[in-house]
């Protein structure tokens, strides 16, 4: 089974910068599709940024997503941090894993870790 985990969230001024990391055992991450959403305070999840995965880093617009090969990690930087960027992230990791021989999809979610931006 896979189990993914994040790390990195807390209480940041609104200006600066954060890295959140998404890790995920039981699969060697590299090839897999990672994907960034967050739900801010009553209000649906939506999706941030996102690495394919066959990628090594993405940009989307304040939100870069980068593969940490060393640590199996993929992290998330959001830069110029606003009040709005508030709210819990999760990781969503895609990808193929050999079961006896068979390459079967999997799709697992991370419990989530909280941003708070002050102003």
Request: hydrophobic fraction near 30%; aromatic fraction near 8%; charge should be positive.
């Amino acid at each position: 089974q896979v189990q993914v985990v994040e790390s990195g969230g807390g209480l940041v001024q609104a200006g600066g910068s954060l890295r959140l990391s998404c890790t995920a055992s039981g699969t060697s991450f590299r090839s897999d599709h990672v994907d960034w959403y967050r739900q801010p305070p009553e209000k649906q999840r939506e999706w941030v940024a996102g690495m394919p995965g066959s990628g090594v880093s993405s940009v989307t617009g304040r939100f870069t997503v980068s593969r940490d090969n060393r640590k199996s990690a993929v992290n998330l930087r959001i830069d110029s941090l606003k009040p709005e960027d508030t709210g819990i992230y999760y990781c969503n990791v895609r990808g193929l894993r050999n079961i006896r021989g068979t390459l079967l999809p999997f799709d697992y979610w991370g419990q989530g870790t909280q941003v708070t931006v002050s102003s």
